[in-house]
């Protein structure tokens, strides 16, 4: 078990910066595939980034603005978020997967609560 706590969201300028964090407690957070997901209003929840040991992903509408990364000594996973665009707004929630690396929500076992990031124009 894992419990995930979402922080660092915020409204911003377009073309500005946001860091999200995601602290884990409970179970060795090194063990698990960590992904960022985020849901805008009437839309699906959709895939943003993931990160395992041996590989790293993005969605390509955020590839290059955006970086997913770790650190396991403080139990964190950040989203690094740069040149962000009116059409990232969103709620962004963090995820933990007990099978590793995957873009797919479905296999994630544990959500955080998630943070609202608004980009305005």
């Known amino acids: 078990q894992v419990q995930l706590v979402e922080s660092g969201g915020g409204l911003v300028q377009a073309g500005g910066s946001l860091r999200l964090s995601c602290t884990a407690s409970g179970r060795t957070f090194s063990s698990y595939g960590m992904g960022w997901f985020r849901q805008a209003p009437g839309k699906e929840r959709e895939f943003v980034a993931a990160?395992?040991?041996?590989?790293?992903g993005y969605a390509a509408s955020v590839k290059g603005r955006f970086t997913i990364s770790r650190d396991n000594a403080k139990n964190t996973l950040y989203l690094q978020m740069n040149s962000l665009k009116p059409e990232d707004t969103a709620v962004y929630y963090c995820?933990?997967?007990?099978?590793?690396?995957?873009?797919?929500?479905?296999?994630?076992?544990?959500w955080g609560q998630g943070t609202q990031v608004t980009v305005s124009s």
């Open positions: 990160f395992t040991w041996w590989r790293t």
């Open positions: 995820a933990a997967a007990n099978l590793g690396y995957s873009s797919d929500s479905d296999a994630y076992d544990y």
